[in-house]
């Protein structure tokens, strides 16, 4: 059995590969249950997109259309990637910043634990709260919206959405080590909101001023947005394989950007 080996001052400890799964799957738990603790967390994150959908979904526009959707449909793909956006963004870039602040990070990394569980645990726990907040939009649109899709679909939109919370979890990282703890949540809300309008997710997208049109084209809110839009029969029907590969470039420009944080402290550390 292959094992992995991680130096511990002058000893060396072996793990075989299920005890290193064991560790994850803890790191996990216990982030998740850190989250769900905080009550400002989970208030946040759940009760907006869960409030808007509610009031414009529900309240205000349930037997309108949208491009001929039914707006119930159509805003569960949008405020499902608005929440799916505040889910990775809070859960990554807020705890981050605060771990690093209260010095709980130094205490890890000084740990036998395996250095990217932190992190996996965080972005894992990003994809849970998301795929909640989605489950939810979709309870409230099937019992008081009358919005119904097949099976399939709504596998597709679900798993669609949870993909999505990637890369907003790698903006959060990126973010997390640039901020301090209490400079993080005004940040992502400066980043958060204005993306979240521009990207058509409060408005739609053909109702938008031609300018702010063209902004969108440019952020990852917008083309995730799209990518769950084309799945309920609505949006701009544009090609998905070239919203994947934004969303997937910006992933990998926020984990760079991540990297370069996480040497800086590192430098600090042990320099």
Request: overall charge positive; proline content about 6%.
């Amino acid at each position: 059995m292959s094992t992995a080996t991680i130096a511990l001052g002058n000893q060396r400890i072996e793990r075989s590969p299920g005890h290193i799964a064991a560790i994850y799957l803890k790191e996990m738990k216990y982030e998740f249950l850190k989250n769900l603790r905080l009550r400002m967390y989970t208030a946040s994150v759940l009760s907006f997109p869960i409030m808007f959908y509610v009031l414009f979904g529900l309240v205000l526009n349930a037997h309108q259309t949208i491009g001929g959707t039914g707006v119930p449909m159509y805003l569960i793909a949008t405020y499902g990637t608005f929440g799916v956006m505040g889910a990775s963004l809070f859960g990554t870039a807020a705890g981050l910043a605060s771990d690093r602040g209260l010095g709980w990070l130094q205490v890890k990394r000084a740990s036998p634990m395996p250095p990217f569980a932190y992190f996996v645990a965080k972005v894992v726990t990003s994809m849970i709260f998301s795929t909640i907040i989605v489950l939810a939009l979709f309870a409230l649109g099937i019992a008081l919206g009358g919005v119904r899709m097949p099976v399939v679909d709504f596998v597709r939109l679900l798993g669609t959405l949870a993909a999505g919370s990637l890369p907003f979890s790698a903006m959060g990282l990126a973010v997390g080590y640039f901020t301090g703890p209490n400079s993080a949540p005004a940040t992502i809300n400066l980043i958060y909101l204005p993306m979240s309008f521009c990207s058509g997710l409060w408005v739609p997208f053909m109702f938008l001023p031609k300018i702010v049109q063209k902004i969108a084209l440019a952020l990852p809110p917008y083309h995730l947005s799209q990518l769950a839009l084309g799945i309920v029969g609505a949006g701009n029907h544009e090609s998905s394989t070239t919203h994947w590969e934004v969303l997937a470039a910006f992933t990998m420009i926020c984990l760079g950007v991540a990297r370069i944080g996480f040497q800086r402290d590192q430098e600090k550390m042990y320099g």
